[in-house]
Structures are given as structure tokens and as C-alpha cells.
């Protein structure tokens, strides 16, 4: 019985060698390689020119990390009259997409024991990796991030079709963007003109185009890119969230929106204001006077402009009181069956000083 002992384990290793040749499992078929979509495909006409922005994909649809640039193929043709994709891609013209940076450090970060939150420290090192991390990808997918000029001189008043797509080291590709359809219209008018001038808790924007709309623009010393204020349809806006003894910067652009497109002008020059405050709280009304036996009483409505500094009171049209921070005053300074003539008036944070109110006489009891 012996001899069969010995000879079972030679004959199980001489099954498994001629079967499976040393693999476990079926050999796996070569990665395609092929490319993601490019998100956030956008178009926009701005001044004399067609502006295509996209975010190229940083692995393949197998989930692969994609390690050099790929060749990005950028297409734009006049629109078929009955929509055919294989004719608009043979009758399309290919743009060039200029070579750009690519992300050096890898997509999947490698895994690293996170600190214990049970301790502050430990939060604050959790957070600072979060941030860090965040930091990393926004970084990731700016140097992704993709802008073309396209001269549409040829495809003026023409309706065009616009898309992208991505090649993979042997040509492969997950198809076309989003493809995305533009109305060419002549370019938008430069606004010109702009002027700016101190309006009550505004300043006051004006300036000169024959557009539709137009975006209103404006730069603190703190701010690095110029921020969107507002909209108009008309050639002027009040900037209402105004600092006054700021210096801030103003431009204005024209624009048109068609469908989802929008069509944008060059962007106006830029001026630069330091708003004032060069106007007046509002002047107060309801002055009642009430004469007692040893003063006169002073009531009003409040004023209730947003920077009110207090009030002034005059008495036969001198001066009598200043800063009040309430509506009321007591006179006490006066002679008993002899005749006053009160007014008030309101003074705000920069020092304006309203018109004085209408005058209220009183006598006080003797």
C-alpha cells in the first residue's frame, strides 16, 4: 500500500503543470486604453472670436491613469440642414488645441494612516489632509483645464456644430463631447464711454453700446480676478454694495445669449472710483413739541437711513443740541411765557447734516 501513497502527489502536480501551464484563472484580455469624454465642454463668442473651454480626462474608461497628453481631436462645421453626425464630421475643419501642462503626480494618492480624531490635535491634522488633498486636486484639474480661440470669420451668420473628443496611444476613443450647436453672430459692440459718479449708497455706472444686456464687472485692491457685479439691460447700473473711501475698478462687457450660447464683447477699459458719501439721512419729520412747567419736550419719527449718526436740535434757529441718539429732547434752558421755534435735524457717519425740519413753536407754562 505504500507505493500508492508516494505516488499520489506527483500525480497531482503533474495534473496541475500540464493544465494550468503555472496561471491561476483565464489570461486578461490587454487594456484599451481608450480615453474618458472631456468634461464641461463650453462655447462662448467673445469679441471677434469663438472660445471652446473643456477639461481633458485624467484616465481611461477602465479606470487607468493616463500618463502623457493624448491627442485631443477639436472639431467645429456648419451644421447639416437635416442633422447627419457622419456628414458634419467629414465636412468639419479639425483645430488645433494647443499643447498645455499635464498633472506630474499620480490621480490615487497613495494610503496613509490617518491621525485618531479623538484628540484636537488629531482634528487638525485630519482637516489640514483634507485640505491638502483639496488643494491638490483643484491644482490637478486647472492644469486639465483647456481654452481655444477659433477665428469664425468663415462662419459668419452660419450655424455650427462644435465637439471634442479624445484619442487613446492607438486611437481609440469613448466618442464625442457634448456637441454643442453656436449661432455666429456679428461681434457685440465694445462698451466705451464708462463713466462712474457718486449716487446716494451707490455709485452710479454709465457708459455707451447697442446691446441687449451687458455684465457689469468690478476689482477691490484685495481681489485677484475681476468679479461679476450684476446685470443690465439698460446702459447703466448702481453698484449698491459700496465702501465708501474704497478704491475699486470698474469695466462692463456687452452680451447676447442664444439658446444655452452666450455671445460676449471685448470687455470695456477700466476705470477706477473711490466712492463718497455725499448725501444727506433723510430730514425728520413729526416734530411735535409738548411745554411743561419747567421745559418743553421734543418728540420726532426717526430717521432710518442705514448710516444715521445722531440728530441736531435748534432752538430760534441756533444750535441747542447735537449727537442725539434718540428722538426726543428736553429743553430746559428756557424762560418761562416766552415763545420758541424748534427744528431738527439729521446728520449721518460722513458728517452730511440734513435740512433742517419744519419749524414748531411752543411756549412754555408759566
Not at 118 to 129: C, D, F, H, P, V
Amino acid at each position: 500500500m505504500r507505493p500508492a501513497i508516494l505516488l499520489a502527489p506527483v500525480l497531482v502536480l503533474a495534473a496541475v503543470l500540464l493544465s494550468g501551464c503555472g496561471y491561476a484563472g483565464e489570461p486578461k484580455p490587454p487594456a484599451l486604453r481608450r480615453p474618458e469624454k472631456v468634461k464641461n465642454p463650453d462655447v462662448a463668442e467673445r469679441g471677434d472670436k469663438i472660445i471652446v473651454t473643456f477639461t481633458l480626462p485624467d484616465q481611461t474608461t477602465e479606470g487607468l491613469r493616463i500618463e502623457e497628453p493624448p491627442d485631443v481631436e477639436l472639431r467645429i462645421g456648419v451644421a447639416p440642414a437635416t442633422w447627419n453626425q457622419t456628414e458634419w464630421e467629414k465636412n468639419s475643419e479639425r483645430v488645433t488645441v494647443p499643447p498645455g501642462p499635464w498633472p506630474a503626480l499620480p490621480a490615487k494618492i497613495s494610503r496613509i494612516r490617518k491621525p485618531s480624531k479623538s484628540t484636537g490635535q488629531g482634528k487638525a491634522a485630519a482637516k489640514q489632509a483634507k485640505q491638502t488633498a483639496s488643494a491638490a486636486k483643484a491644482a490637478e484639474q486647472a492644469e486639465l483645464a483647456r481654452t481655444v480661440d477659433i477665428d469664425p470669420t468663415k462662419y459668419a451668420n452660419k450655424t455650427v456644430v462644435i465637439g471634442v473628443r479624445v484619442h487613446g496611444p492607438a486611437g481609440q476613443d469613448d466618442g464625442w463631447s457634448r456637441l454643442i450647436s453656436l449661432e455666429v453672430k456679428p461681434a457685440l459692440p465694445v462698451p466705451r464711454d464708462l463713466k462712474a459718479v457718486n449716487a446716494r449708497d451707490a455709485v452710479h455706472l454709465q457708459w455707451t453700446a447697442d446691446a441687449p444686456a451687458f455684465r457689469i464687472f468690478r476689482k477691490m485692491a484685495a481681489d485677484i480676478n475681476w468679479v461679476k457685479i450684476g446685470e443690465s439691460t439698460q446702459a447703466s447700473f448702481d453698484d449698491k454694495a459700496v465702501e465708501y473711501g474704497k478704491l475699486s475698478q470698474y469695466r462692463v462687457e456687452s452680451v447676447r445669449q442664444t439658446g444655452e450660447i452666450w455671445q460676449e464683447s471685448d470687455p470695456s477699459e477700466a476705470i477706477s472710483w473711490t466712492p463718497k458719501d455725499e448725501f444727506p439721512p433723510a430730514v425728520p419729520t413729526g416734530l411735535t413739541t409738548i411745554p411743561g412747567t419747567r421745559s418743553i419736550e421734543l418728540v420726532w419719527d426717526p430717521v432710518t437711513d442705514g448710516d444715521l449718526a445722531g440728530y441736531r436740535v435748534y432752538r430760534n434757529g441756533v444750535k441747542v443740541a447735537d449727537g442725539l441718539q434718540t428722538s426726543t429732547y428736553s429743553d430746559k434752558d428756557i424762560v418761562a411765557g416766552t415763545k420758541y421755534s424748534y427744528q431738527v435735524s439729521a446728520v449721518d457717519q460722513a458728517g452730511n447734516e440734513s435740512a433742517r425740519s419744519a419749524a414748531m413753536d411752543a411756549v412754555m407754562e408759566q
